[in-house]
């Protein structure tokens, strides 16, 4: 239900502002075509387009979480729930923090961590993952991108 929500939010707002841009537009061009100055009105309405314009995204804070989390699955620079291979040196913190690997068929220098989130992976040498182990305690740990495989 929150997903629908924040669709119909959001769209009501790019239509809210793009009724703004070309409304705030024509205001414009009429108060350069005209050798009159505007109405009370036109000045009225011309400060309400442009707050409208610039405090818009104060109103949708609520769903750029949302939206910035969607687009960061659909780059997959964010992944939930994964297989992870992590190379020997990283898994001992891993190990460490209460979760334990199972024997990796990449190789004896790999463990495997399952339901893993990944949450942030992409162009630089670190991935940011989370670990969640039995007793509920999370764990973020970054290891470096070339000691990592993620599996779908």
Same mark, same amino acid.
């Given at each position: 239900?929150?997903?629908?929500? #924040? ?26 075509? +005209? #050798? ?9 309405? !011309? *400060? $309400? ?6 405090f818009s995204?104060?109103? $949708?804070?609520?769903?750029?979480? /949302?939206? #910035? =989390?969607?687009?960061?699955?659909l780059m997959?620079?964010?992944? @939930? %729930?994964? *297989? ?6 990283? /898994? +001992? ?6 979760? %334990? ?6 190789? !004896? ?5 399952? !339901?893993? @989130?990944?949450?942030? /992976? ?6 940011l993952l989370?670990? #969640? +182990?039995? +007793?509920? %305690? =999370? /764990?973020?740990? =970054?290891?470096?991108? @070339? !000691? ?5």
């Amino acid at each position: 239900m929150n997903t629908i929500t #924040s669709f119909i939010i959001l769209t009501f707002l790019a239509w809210l502002c793009a009724h703004s841009v070309s409304s705030y537009w024509e205001i414009r061009e009429e108060e350069f075509s +005209n #050798s009159g100055p505007l109405s009370v009105n036109k000045k009225r309405l !011309k *400060t $309400i387009y442009l707050s409208v314009l610039l405090f818009s995204p104060i109103f $949708i804070g609520g769903i750029m979480p /949302t939206m #910035s =989390t969607g687009a960061m699955r659909l780059m997959q620079i964010r992944q @939930d %729930n994964v *297989t992870v291979h992590i190379a020997t040196p990283y /898994t +001992n913190f891993v190990v460490e923090a209460g979760v %334990n690997g199972e024997a990796s068929p990449m190789g !004896k220098e790999y463990l495997k961590f399952e !339901k893993v @989130d990944v949450l942030y /992976t992409g162009p630089g040498k670190n991935t940011l993952l989370r670990f #969640s +182990n039995k +007793n509920i %305690n =999370t /764990t973020k740990l =970054t290891i470096p991108t @070339d !000691k990592i495989y993620i599996q779908n």
